[in-house]
């Protein structure tokens, strides 16, 4: 080796060693400063493929893996707490919780939380007994309605403006925060229908021990779903890198990639 190639070799690496500090420097001034401690999600941990507990006792989930790869990119680590679908919407709305995610848009939350961009489209439906002709022949939710048939639904979610309403003046909803015991209680015939997302309803029905029930053709609500991040912890500036990262990952095609796989195949084909 000449010493002309030697002394070149040498600087090349040294050059490398420079652009890998820069680059490091930069990542560590571009760091927002919500990411200096851990951000808080609140979960229930039962809403199977989006976010659950594995066998292994570890958070995963279609939603989940998503969130924590654009807040790696941020450089931000994140903390998983459980509680109630219910309790998780208060204490985020208290600041004490970060980031919620699964989330439709509407005008009470928008005054409460900064809305990511929309990273997915989710369908509401219903699950029904197989032997309840009536439910079956509906075609509407004032149709359920006017059969005076009791509801289960999750008191924190949003279902549309039709649904909502229904709330304020029907008097047949049966609140529980667990799709698995929602539909424990449609298979005892103590609630008539079981609302909920459609991917949601059809493994909870595949994986579950109580049969005989299935899922209604007709779509209560659709919508797009965000994270949301609690505006008392969360900076817009926040928002807007968290949402580049996403727009990136829409463009690019891999964002698609997180909502195919365990949950999804032979479900609602």
Same mark, same amino acid.
């Given at each position: 080796m000449s010493p002309r190639y030697f002394s070149l070799t040498i600087q090349y690496f040294i050059f490398s060693l420079l652009v890998l500090a820069c680059a490091q420097i930069n990542k560590v001034y571009s760091a927002t400063p919500e990411?200096?401690?851990?951000?808080?999600?609140?979960?229930?941990s039962n809403w199977f493929p989006y976010i659950y507990k594995s066998e292994n006792q570890l958070y995963e989930g279609f939603d989940l893996a998503l969130l924590r790869d654009i807040l790696n990119e941020m450089g931000c680590n994140l903390?998983?707490?459980?509680?109630?679908?219910?309790?998780?919407?208060?204490?985020?709305?208290?600041?004490r919780f970060d980031i919620g995610l699964g989330a439709s848009k509407n005008k009470d939350r928008i005054k409460l939380h900064h809305y990511s961009s929309p990273y997915r489209h989710e369908v509401n439906r219903f699950a029904y007994?197989?032997?309840?002709?009536?439910?079956?022949? %509906? /075609?509407? $939710?004032?149709d359920i309605i006017k059969l005076n048939k009791n509801i289960a639904i999750n008191l924190a979610g949003w279902y549309g403006e039709e649904l909502e309403g229904a709330k304020a003046d029907y008097n047949n909803f049966i609140f529980s925060d667990s799709? %698995? /015991?929602? $539909?424990?209680?449609?298979?005892?015939?103590?609630?008539d229908i079981v609302v909920d997302d459609e991917l949601v309803l059809c493994n909870e029905l595949e994986r579950s021990?109580?049969?005989?029930?299935?899922?209604?053709p007709q779509i209560l609500y659709d919508t797009s779903i965000h994270f949301i991040f609690n505006k008392k912890n969360i900076s817009s500036q926040f928002v807007v890198q968290f949402n580049g990262i996403l727009e990136r990952k829409?463009?690019?095609?891999?964002?698609?990639?997180?909502?195919?796989?365990?949950?999804?195949?032979?479900?609602?084909?």
């Open positions: 990411c200096k401690n851990n951000l808080v999600l609140s979960t229930t903390m998983v707490v459980q509680y109630p679908e219910r309790r998780s919407l208060f204490e985020i709305s208290q600041g007994r197989n032997n309840d002709i009536d439910i079956a022949q %509906t /075609k509407s $939710l004032q799709i %698995t /015991k929602r $539909l424990k209680m449609l298979y005892y015939a103590r609630v021990i109580y049969k005989g029930m299935t899922i209604h829409r463009n690019d095609g891999s964002l698609a990639e997180y909502f195919h796989g365990k949950g999804t195949n032979n479900c609602l084909s």
